[in-house]
Every structure is written in structure tokens, then in C-alpha cells.
């Protein structure tokens, strides 16, 4: 595994497709975040920004290897094998550059409440709002291995798929992304930190059902 995870890091970083989700999720944290700004609202947008990016990376990754060389991959392991690579790699990436932005917009946000009158601890605020990333970096990249193939085989069905299930994803609340950001958005409301734990447990476990439903149906669809 460590070996299909090299590769698909390589192809990922060679690829001129891993550009447009990271110049998106670059503009959207330029119009969006301003130094100065209540430290959690600027974490809870830089989350919120990740699972659609998220989603795009994972179709980055399950589209981008060429068909001759995922089938030799694929017969000297197994096609389930090569599918969890490409979704892992994806997910790698986007953690990665989830907590990159927060590090970076929690050292040019305010560390106040959205009234300036309480004082947020920078160092608290920081790990709530890398868990609210990295529960959105999960559930982003569930949605991605569920609107692609191999249970969705045609593009322009897959892409408008990845592009809805993201939105309701953020935007409904059930959803483990929706409440990290909502306790975020609230937190900087009242000036106390939340810890979204139990959204990213619940994020890890759809996208751990996720993946494997993938990987199961890249075995029978290869």
C-alpha cells in the first residue's frame, strides 16, 4: 500500500489537474478571509471551503491514472487496492492543505469574539478549527468516492453529483461538516472554543462506509 501511495502521491503532484481545486480553495480564502476577522468565523469559512475541494480531489485522484497503468497496478495487487490508494492519497492531500490554511488564517485573524468583547485563545481555537477541517476533509471526500466511479461511470453525471452532494453536505444538519462549522460560527458568537469531536468521529465513519463501498465496486468493475 505504501508503494500504490507513493505512486498516486507522485501522479497527483504531476498532474496539472490538482491545480484547479487548489486555486479555488485559494480564491475562496481570499475573498473570504481578511486579517483582522474574528478568529473562529475565519475557521469555520476555511473549513467549510475544504469539502468541495476535498470532493474534487478525490475525482482528481480516481480519474487521473491512466487506464494501462491502473490495470497493471491492479493485477499486481488488486483493483480494490488501487481504488483505496487514490481515495487515501485525495484524502492526504486535502488534510494537508486544510491544515495549512488554518494554521496560516489563525495567525492573520483576531483572536477576539465577533463582538471584540471576549478574547479567544489562538492555540484553542487553532485545534477546533483543525478538526472541523479535517471533519470536512472526511466527509468531502466521501461524497467523492460515492459521485464517482466506479459507482458513477459518466462525467458529466459524476461531476454535477460530486457538485450537489457537496452543497447539501454543508448546508444540511445532519451532516458532521455543518455542525463543526455551525459550532464554530456559534463559538465566535459567545467567544467560548468548540471542539467539533464527535463530527469528525462521525465524519471518519462515512467515509470509511464510503470508501469501502467504492473499492467493493472498482473489484466488480474493473
Known amino acids: 500500500m505504501t508503494a ?42 476555511t473549513a467549510a471551503g ?53 494554521v496560516v488564517v489563525a495567525r492573520i485573524s483576531g483572536a477576539h469574539s465577533a463582538d471584540h468583547r471576549v478574547t479567544v485563545p489562538v492555540g484553542e481555537a487553532t485545534v477546533g478549527g483543525l478538526l472541523a477541517a479535517v471533519a470536512c476533509a472526511l466527509l468531502g471526500t466521501a461524497v ?31 451532516s458532521p461538516a455543518h455542525a463543526a462549522v455551525r459550532d464554530l460560527v456559534s463559538g465566535s458568537h459567545s467567544g467560548a472554543v468548540p471542539m467539533p469531536v464527535p463530527a469528525c468521529a462521525a465524519a471518519a465513519l462515512l467515509c470509511a462506509a464510503a470508501t469501502a463501498v467504492a473499492c467493493a465496486l472498482s473489484s466488480r468493475r474493473a
Open 4 to 45: 500504490l501511495l507513493r505512486y498516486q502521491a507522485e501522479l497527483l503532484i504531476r498532474s496539472h489537474r490538482l491545480l484547479p481545486p487548489l486555486l479555488l480553495y485559494g480564491v475562496f480564502l481570499a475573498i473570504g478571509v481578511q486579517s483582522g476577522q474574528p478568529i473562529l468565523d475565519s475557521l469555520g469559512y
Open 50 to 102: 475544504l469539502l468541495p475541494v476535498a470532493a474534487w480531489l478525490v475525482r482528481v485522484c480516481v480519474a487521473g491514472d491512466p487506464p494501462a497503468a491502473r490495470q497493471v497496478a491492479a493485477a499486481a495487487t488488486s483493483p480494490a487496492r488501487v481504488h483505496l490508494a487514490c481515495v487515501l492519497t485525495a484524502l492526504l492531500c486535502s488534510t494537508a492543505l486544510g491544515a495549512l490554511a488554518t
Open 144 to 174: 467523492g468516492a460515492l459521485c464517482n466511479w466506479p459507482l458513477l461511470r459518466r462525467p458529466g453525471y459524476a461531476l454535477l453529483a460530486t457538485a450537489l452532494a457537496a452543497l447539501v453536505a454543508l448546508v444540511q444538519a445532519p
